[in-house]
């Protein structure tokens, strides 16, 4: 599976801040949901729907950077993603990502207090908040970001790292960033396309 099979939203006009079109009917598309527009230099345009029309599939798409319209043209139909998945297709996507099998590490971690007991953590680094209490050591795993298997103590000793802070693991790597599949995108386990239409099999099912 790949971003030709995901639904499409075709743009109809550019505004000054916004783009207006008619979208392929599937579970991603609500008002002010996050979305993923992917053009044609395999870059995922990150935006808002807003001004969904459900009965007429159309709506408009607000780029989070107003600069990126540019890189949409009126007259083309783009592949589109709902935020959730979308993170995960752009580490599979990107040609120009590196990555290397890399060995986990464990490294320092910082701790602080939680709002109602517990504790919040994060890996030390020149980033983490000041205050906390450093836990030699204690950042001892990362999960895959596609489909979160532990890398790293008590899972995978080896993953795949790409700067600045993504992992995926073997499996991932071998099945979705090698082939740049998005075949994990939750979509096509409740939905497929037919005729252009996109249904849902829970429903045909009933």
């Known amino acids: 599976m790949g971003p030709d099979d995901l639904p499409k939203f075709a ?3 550019i505004c000054d801040d916004f783009c207006t079109g008619r979208f392929d009917q599937s579970p991603w598309v609500g008002e002010n949901w996050i979305a993923g527009v992917y053009n044609e230099s395999h870059q995922l345009i990150w ?3 807003h001004r969904v029309n459900s009965i007429d ?3 408009d798409f607000c780029p989070d950077e107003v600069a990126d319209l540019s890189k949409l ?3 083309r139909s783009y592949p589109y993603i709902d935020g959730y998945w979308g993170e995960r297709a752009e580490l599979a ?3 120009g990502r590196q990555w290397k099998e890399t060995a986990f590490e464990p490294s320092d971690m910082v ?3 939680a709002e109602g007991g517990g504790r ?3 890996r030390l680094s020149s980033n983490a908040p000041s205050g906390g209490e450093v836990v030699p050591g204690g950042w001892d795993h990362e999960h895959c970001d596609i489909c979160w298997k532990k890398i790293g103590c008590g899972g995978e000793p080896f993953g795949f790292y790409s700067d600045p802070n993504a992992w995926v693991c073997s499996e991932c790597y071998t099945k979705h960033v090698t082939p740049r599949s998005i075949e994990f995108a939750g979509m096509e386990k409740e ?3 037919e005729g252009g239409t996109w249904q849902s099999r829970t429903w045909l099912s009933r």
């Open 11 to 13: 743009i109809t006009a």
């Open 47 to 49: 935006g808002r729907f």
């Open 57 to 59: 599939n159309t709506c």
């Open 73 to 75: 043209q009126t007259g």
């Open 93 to 95: 996507l990107d040609p």
């Open 111 to 113: 701790q602080f207090p």
């Open 120 to 122: 919040l953590a994060t």
């Open 191 to 193: 939905w497929f396309s």
